[in-house]
T-cell receptor, first 112, second 114 residues
Framework: SQTIHQWPATLVQPVGSPLSLECTVE??????LYWYRQAAGRGLQLLFY??????ISSEVPQNLSASRPQDRQFILSSKKLLLSDSGFYLC???????????FGPGTRLTVL | AQTVTQSQPEMSVQEAETVTLSCTYD???????LFWYKQPPSRQMILVIR??????QNATENRFSVNFQKAAKSFSLKISDSQLGDAAMYFC???????????FGKGTKLTVNP
């Protein structure tokens, strides 16, 4: 069966520091991968998606970037965090032939 | 742009009773899919049920069922025999066929009273 992992689970970072969040998927190949952010009390906002290694599409221009160095690995990064980057970050995947997305456990990021 | 609206920020239900959560969406597309996701306090998003727009039959998963009214662009979720573990945020979501962009509503917080 497929499993999706995210780490770290919780992160507290100062403003201006770099960020690296990692997401990996097991039990499938060639998944489509997604990064979402959920601000407090709000729905999910799609940040990036990837349909293959090295292929990144950005939905919202901002302080973040994403990379996909391996088939089942998706990384969310920032060179300098802003206060507004605080939130709950969710990674998701879907098999190419299906439309539903499956989510990881998420990372709670607090920027102070 | 497609939008998803959940008009009930909060709902409550007594244990063992039935509750219906509302969702409407706006689209001009004919090929699309609708979902309900559950987000418990752990905050992991869990897929509850899916509905293909081309299917007239309403989807059902155990105690969860939907009322899909395509002409009205309505997609409500019915939870029967509510359990304490059903307490969570519920999000309605839409994706156009072939699109990567899953559009979410703002969610409905469901409380289950013992």
């Amino acid at each position: 069966s497929q499993t999706i992992h995210q780490w770290p689970a919780t992160l507290v970072q100062p403003v201006g520091s770099p960020l690296s969040l990692e997401c990996t998927v097991e039990g499938t190949s060639n998944p489509n991968l997604y990064w979402y952010r959920q601000a407090a009390g709000r729905g999910l906002q799609l940040l990036f998606y990837s349909v293959g290694i090295g292929q990144i599409s950005s939905e919202v221009p901002q302080n973040l970037s994403a990379s996909r160095p391996q088939d089942r690995q998706f990384i969310l990064s920032s060179k300098k965090l802003l206060l507004s980057d605080s939130g709950f970050y969710l990674c998701a995947w879907r098999a190419g032939s299906y439309n539903e997305q499956f989510f990881g456990p998420g990372t709670r990021l607090t920027v102070l | 742009a497609q939008t998803v609206t959940q008009s009930q920020p909060e709902m409550s239900v007594q244990e063992a009773e039935t509750v219906t959560l509302s969702c409407t969406y706006d689209t001009s597309e004919s090929d699309y899919y609708l979902f309900w996701y559950k987000q418990p306090p752990s905050r992991q998003m869990i897929l509850v049920i899916r509905q293909e727009a081309y299917k007239q039959q309403n989807a059902t998963e155990n105690r969860f069922s939907v009322n899909f009214q395509k002409a009205a662009k309505s997609f409500s979720l019915k939870i029967s025999d509510s359990q304490l573990g059903d307490a969570a945020m519920y999000f309605c979501a839409y994706v156009e066929g072939g699109s990567e962009k899953l559009v979410f509503g703002k969610g409905t917080k469901l409380t289950v009273n013992p």
